[in-house]
């Protein structure tokens, strides 16, 4: 079965470190998203991707925060300057179209941040 | 903010049937109603969605109230590896560009 997945899977840089996270979307899939889930607390929304711009974000999106799909495959999200705060698990997943509408959003296993 | 209210954990046993509630009061009138569910701190895993009928897949089935106020997701078989935080979420249509909103779900713990 197809799935969406994420390196590396545990990341640790230095506060004030740049980060990048990379995800690899389901081949056919055109909607891409990234989501985060800081420890004990809710899956939060971050960003979402199609047709090579974003095409919706949140607050937490802030000019830190940074999204590219550098190639045909690889979906990635870059934090500049990371901070304590920011340590957390991020979730990529992607969504395919089918008649013209938005499917349903498969996720990756996700790549926990730990920011020191 | 979610709009959905869970409780916030429940426990079954075993080969019993699960049935988690979900309350949608506020729900449009072009709102589905979408489970995920997450293993321990897995990525979360799609399960069904529906905008006013039952709906039946492999994993489960969803029942939605006439007045779409209210619904319930039925494992019918529970077993442990089913035990997750799952998620009730309501969203515009599929092509409404609007992301998951995650509330804090409920806890299903299977108890063998």
């Known amino acids: 079965e197809p799935e969406v997945t994420q390196t590396p899977s545990h990341q640790v840089t230095q506060m004030g470190q740049e980060v990048i996270l990379r995800c690899v979307p389901i081949s056919n899939h055109l909607y891409f998203y990234w989501y985060r889930q800081i420890l004990g607390q809710k899956v939060e929304f971050l960003v979402s991707?199609?047709?090579?711009?974003?095409?919706?974000k949140s607050e937490i999106f802030d000019d830190q925060f940074s999204v590219e799909r550098p190639d045909g495959s690889n979906f990635t999200l870059k934090i500049r300057s990371t901070k304590l705060e920011d340590s957390a698990m991020y979730f990529c997943?992607?969504?395919?179209?089918?008649?013209?509408?938005?499917?349903?959003?498969?996720f990756g296993q996700g790549t926990r941040l730990t920011v020191v | 903010d979610a709009k959905t209210t869970q409780p916030p954990s429940m426990d079954c046993a075993e080969g019993r049937a699960a049935n988690l509630p979900c309350n949608h009061s506020?729900?449009?009138?072009?709102?589905?109603v979408y489970w995920y569910r997450q293993i321990h701190s897995q990525g979360p895993q799609y399960i069904i969605h529906g905008l006013k009928n039952n709906e039946t897949n492999e994993m489960a089935s969803l029942i939605i109230t006439e007045d779409r106020k209210s619904s319930t997701l039925i494992l019918p078989h529970a077993t442990l590896r089913d035990t997750a935080v799952y998620y009730c979420i309501v969203r515009v249509t599929p092509s409404g560009n609007t992301p998951l909103v995650f509330g804090k779900g409920t806890r299903l713990s299977v108890i063998a």
């Open positions: 506020t729900i449009s009138g072009n709102e589905y």
């Open positions: 997943a992607s969504s395919e179209i089918k008649l013209g509408t938005r499917t349903e959003a498969f």
């Open positions: 991707f199609y047709n090579n711009e974003i095409s919706e």
